[in-house]
């Protein structure tokens, strides 16, 4: 499975941005999905994951509120809908792909090559 992350941009702070993430090959419904961020000397920090069988969904405490993942099977491709963005929420947006739920960056594979998300005050 290839990923392809986009939809990242400038935006004001309060304001939205939409990311996909577009999955090529095969996806099973075991799998986990999730999005992660890594600003400029950071580590990859997890954002959100959904079960692609369930739609079960899980956040990071930070963006809890303000961030929707979804996914749509027909296309094979996660959503990421970050509303109400924060100038701290500016980061390189990755998404990758896991066999169980968790938390680590290390245990996801196929990363996609992420989306700046820019948010200024």
């Known amino acids: 499975v290839q990923l392809q992350a986009s939809g990242g941009g400038l935006v004001q702070a309060g304001g939205s941005l939409r990311l996909s993430c577009a999955a090529s090959?095969?996806?099973?419904?075991?799998?986990?999905m999730g999005w992660f961020r890594q600003a400029p000397g950071e580590e990859r920090d997890f954002v959100a994951a959904?079960?692609?069988?369930?739609?079960?969904?899980y956040y990071a405490d930070s963006v809890k509120g303000r961030f929707t993942i979804s996914r749509d099977k027909a296309d094979n491709t996660v959503y990421l809908q970050m509303n109400s963005l924060k100038v701290e929420d500016t980061a390189v947006y990755f998404c990758?792909?896991?066999?169980?739920?968790?938390?680590?960056?290390?245990?996801?594979?196929?990363w996609g090559q992420g989306t700046q998300v820019t948010v200024s005050s």
């Open positions: 990758g792909r896991a066999y169980e739920l968790t938390y680590a960056p290390a245990q996801y594979k196929s």
């Open positions: 090959g095969r996806t099973f419904s075991s799998h986990v």
């Open positions: 959904i079960r692609w069988g369930t739609g079960g969904t």
